[in-house]
């Protein structure tokens, strides 16, 4: 479940109090299960991916738009489908005047295709997740792609320019 470290990433890039205060926020997993056909040697782990930050003493959009950046490039069908989006969920819990605990929920999917190696083991390879297919000249990508701090289509995080 590779995803849990690269929302880890793409937050403590584009978030000084994630970079400065390592400790006061983590990303887990909920719940989750495994879901295949049977039909090819393939499987998807969909799970509850859970951000939790305490004593945030910032504005929620310090988080928000980074995770939103990340949906765009590991899970742009919860970004893009307004049926799914509405399950992109979120907590807040005031400590006082400046500080509060906040709490996101998502779910997400990784695809992973089983092979054998050269000594005939089985070996999983997560797959990235395939590009929407949307109009170009606005939205999403024009917000988000090429971007410094931005996670990559390949994973990678771009370098500030």
Known sequence: MLKIDSLRAALTQANTW????PEAFTVFVEEGGVE????????????SLVLFAMNYPGSLDDFTL????????????????PEKNRE????????????????????????????????????AEHLPEPRPRVITGG????????IPGVIDYDGSISSAR
């Open 88 to 123: 992109l969920k979120f907590t807040t819990l005031i400590n006082s005047d400046s500080t509060a605990d906040l709490l996101f929920e998502m779910p997400v999917r990784q695809r992973v295709r089983v092979t054998r190696d050269e000594s005939g083991a089985a070996v």
């Open 18 to 21: 994630c970079q400065a205060n």
């Open 66 to 81: 980074p995770i939103m950046a990340w949906l765009w490039f590991n899970e742009p069908s919860l970004l893009l489908n």
């Open 36 to 47: 295949t056909t049977g039909e090819t040697p393939t499987f998807v782990y969909r799970y």
């Open 139 to 146: 939205g999403w990508g024009e917000v988000f792609d090429n």
